[in-house]
Nanobody, 118 residues
Framework: QVQFVESGGGLVQPGGSLRLSCTASGPAFASSAMSWFRQYPGTERELVAGISGDAYGRNYMDPVVGRFTISRDNGKNTVYLDMRDLKPEDTAVYYC???????????WGQGTQVVVSS
Protein backbone atom coordinates (compact mmCIF):
# COMPACT_ATOMS: atom_id res chain seq x y z
CA GLN A 1 0.00 0.00 0.00
CA VAL A 2 1.62 3.22 -1.15
CA GLN A 3 1.00 6.31 0.94
CA PHE A 4 1.81 9.93 0.21
CA VAL A 5 2.17 12.65 2.83
CA GLU A 6 2.31 16.21 1.54
CA SER A 7 3.36 19.24 3.56
CA GLY A 8 4.66 22.77 3.25
CA GLY A 9 1.62 24.65 2.05
CA GLY A 10 0.37 27.86 3.56
CA LEU A 11 -0.65 31.45 2.96
CA VAL A 12 1.79 33.55 0.97
CA GLN A 13 1.60 36.94 -0.72
CA PRO A 14 1.83 37.26 -4.49
CA GLY A 15 5.46 37.07 -5.55
CA GLY A 16 6.36 34.94 -2.57
CA SER A 17 7.86 31.45 -2.37
CA LEU A 18 7.05 28.10 -0.81
CA ARG A 19 8.61 24.67 -0.74
CA LEU A 20 6.29 21.69 -0.77
CA SER A 21 7.42 18.24 0.34
CA CYS A 22 5.94 14.83 -0.33
CA THR A 23 7.16 11.72 1.44
CA ALA A 24 6.13 8.41 -0.09
CA SER A 25 6.13 4.98 1.44
CA GLY A 26 7.09 1.86 -0.48
CA PRO A 27 10.37 0.24 -1.57
CA ALA A 28 10.15 1.25 -5.22
CA PHE A 29 10.35 5.01 -4.70
CA ALA A 30 13.83 5.44 -6.16
CA SER A 31 12.84 3.78 -9.42
CA SER A 32 9.49 5.53 -9.75
CA ALA A 33 8.75 8.75 -11.55
CA MET A 34 6.90 11.17 -9.27
CA SER A 35 4.67 14.12 -9.99
CA TRP A 36 2.94 17.01 -8.33
CA PHE A 37 -0.68 17.74 -9.15
CA ARG A 38 -3.01 20.50 -8.03
CA GLN A 39 -6.73 20.76 -7.72
CA TYR A 40 -9.04 23.75 -7.74
CA PRO A 41 -12.47 23.44 -6.06
CA GLY A 42 -14.87 21.54 -8.26
CA THR A 43 -12.27 20.51 -10.83
CA GLU A 44 -10.11 17.52 -11.62
CA ARG A 45 -6.53 17.34 -10.47
CA GLU A 46 -4.07 18.63 -13.04
CA LEU A 47 -0.43 17.83 -13.52
CA VAL A 48 1.97 20.53 -12.34
CA ALA A 49 5.37 18.89 -12.69
CA GLY A 50 6.93 15.45 -12.99
CA ILE A 51 10.38 14.01 -12.36
CA SER A 52 11.90 10.70 -13.43
CA GLY A 53 13.27 8.20 -10.94
CA ASP A 54 16.85 9.24 -11.66
CA ALA A 55 15.89 12.95 -11.68
CA TYR A 56 17.31 13.47 -15.17
CA GLY A 57 13.88 13.93 -16.72
CA ARG A 58 11.57 16.71 -15.63
CA ASN A 59 8.44 18.20 -17.13
CA TYR A 60 6.34 21.21 -16.19
CA MET A 61 2.97 22.57 -17.19
CA ASP A 62 3.32 25.83 -19.11
CA PRO A 63 1.96 28.21 -16.42
CA VAL A 64 4.69 27.20 -13.96
CA VAL A 65 7.69 27.01 -16.26
CA GLY A 66 10.48 29.15 -14.89
CA ARG A 67 8.75 29.56 -11.52
CA PHE A 68 8.48 26.02 -10.11
CA THR A 69 11.23 23.44 -9.71
CA ILE A 70 10.66 19.77 -8.94
CA SER A 71 13.40 17.75 -7.25
CA ARG A 72 13.77 14.58 -5.22
CA ASP A 73 15.86 12.93 -2.55
CA ASN A 74 15.66 9.17 -3.02
CA GLY A 75 17.45 8.56 0.27
CA LYS A 76 14.53 10.24 2.03
CA ASN A 77 11.76 8.96 -0.25
CA THR A 78 10.82 12.60 -0.73
CA VAL A 79 9.95 14.77 -3.69
CA TYR A 80 9.92 18.55 -3.48
CA LEU A 81 8.27 21.39 -5.34
CA ASP A 82 10.00 24.73 -5.00
CA MET A 83 7.60 27.49 -6.00
CA ARG A 84 8.60 31.10 -6.48
CA ASP A 85 6.92 34.21 -7.89
CA LEU A 86 3.63 32.75 -6.75
CA LYS A 87 0.44 34.10 -8.29
CA PRO A 88 -3.16 34.04 -7.03
CA GLU A 89 -3.97 31.46 -9.70
CA ASP A 90 -1.54 29.07 -8.02
CA THR A 91 -3.98 28.84 -5.11
CA ALA A 92 -5.01 25.19 -4.95
CA VAL A 93 -4.55 21.97 -3.02
CA TYR A 94 -1.34 20.28 -4.09
CA TYR A 95 -0.89 16.51 -4.18
CA CYS A 96 1.84 14.12 -5.21
CA UNK A 97 1.62 10.69 -6.77
CA UNK A 98 3.83 8.29 -8.67
CA UNK A 99 3.95 8.71 -12.42
CA UNK A 100 5.48 11.17 -14.90
CA UNK A 101 2.47 12.56 -16.77
CA UNK A 102 -0.42 10.74 -15.10
CA UNK A 103 -0.96 9.45 -11.57
CA UNK A 104 -0.09 5.82 -11.07
CA UNK A 105 -2.22 5.15 -8.04
CA UNK A 106 -5.87 5.82 -7.31
CA UNK A 107 -5.10 6.57 -3.68
CA TRP A 108 -4.02 10.09 -2.73
CA GLY A 109 -2.67 11.81 0.33
CA GLN A 110 -4.46 14.61 2.14
CA GLY A 111 -2.75 17.23 0.01
CA THR A 112 -1.38 20.56 1.16
CA GLN A 113 -3.25 23.82 0.67
CA VAL A 114 -1.50 26.75 -0.96
CA VAL A 115 -3.17 30.15 -0.79
CA VAL A 116 -1.65 33.09 -2.64
CA SER A 117 -3.30 36.29 -1.53
CA SER A 118 -2.46 39.76 -0.35
Amino acid sequence: QVQFVESGGGLVQPGGSLRLSCTASGPAFASSAMSWFRQYPGTERELVAGISGDAYGRNYMDPVVGRFTISRDNGKNTVYLDMRDLKPEDTAVYYCNAGYYRPTFDSWGQGTQVVVSS
